[in-house]
Nanobody, 115 residues
């Protein structure tokens, strides 16, 4: 059974930083493409960043240069380091992977950036 558990969200002032974690079980993060998505109130869920098995990364234009996705194979955990946060980064952030013909999501972690 695949489980993704996010943590690390919270309230931060604009310009601050947060690091989100996604602890995975039932899959091996190092051989799967892992992604972070976010959904703001009244908006569609959007891709934030992905990391492949070969550690290639991809970012939404809105977060390039501010966010960094990484993983710790020993901990089977994926991270999203978020710097220079802006109020428009406020959203619920979700961890995702697609494997065995299914898409798996975590429960989400709230990030709120105050101006």
């Amino acid at each position: 059974q695949v489980q993704l558990v996010e943590s690390g969200g919270g309230l931060v002032q604009a310009g601050g930083s947060l690091r989100l974690s996604c602890a995975a079980s039932g899959i091996i993060v190092s051989i799967n493409t892992m992604g972070w998505y976010r959904q703001a109130p009244g908006k569609q869920r959007e891709l934030v960043a992905t990391i492949t098995s070969g550690r290639s990364t991809n970012y939404a234009d809105s977060v390039k240069g501010r966010f960094a996705i990484s993983r710790d194979n020993a901990k089977n955990t994926v991270y999203l380091q978020m710097n220079s946060l802006k109020p428009e980064d406020t959203a619920v952030y979700y961890c995702n992977t697609n494997t065995w013909g299914r898409s798996y999501w975590g429960q989400g972690t709230q990030v709120t950036v105050s101006s």
